[in-house]
């Protein structure tokens, strides 16, 4: 099923005004109706790192010091961004993410 690009709009709507918990939600919800929708998970992804503070300057990943952390946000976007690379291997951009946030939360 073809994610409706109205939903997908909104939910980066949400997410460019910092709303990630709904931008979140509308994303899960494309991602349940196409598993393969390899755009909004790595959008969702994306939210899930900013929801634990992860920020990038100049393609590093860090954690400003006025943000908290939270393991489960982490886990959810290491584990977005590993469907993604099962589905497509060669994305070179799900691997830097996954090892800022591994550096970032001291993960091995």
């Known amino acids: ?18 709303e990630y918990d709904k931008a ?5 919800k494309i991602v349940e109706e196409d598993s393969h929708d390899l755009d909004a998970r790595f959008n969702l992804a994306l939210c ?16 400003p010091e006025d943000k908290s952390i939270d393991d489960v946000y982490a886990i959810r976007a290491i584990s977005e961004l590993n469907k993604i690379l099962e589905m497509n291997p060669d994305e070179a951009e799900a691997f830097k993410m996954i090892d800022g946030i591994k550096s970032v939360m001291d993960m091995e």
């Open 48 to 63: 899930y790192m900013r929801k634990i503070g992860l920020e990038k300057e100049e393609d590093e990943w860090f954690i």
């Open 24 to 28: 979140i939600e509308l994303f899960e």
């Open 1 to 18: 099923m073809l994610r409706s690009r109205d939903t997908f709009k909104e939910a980066i709507d949400y997410y460019d005004r910092e």
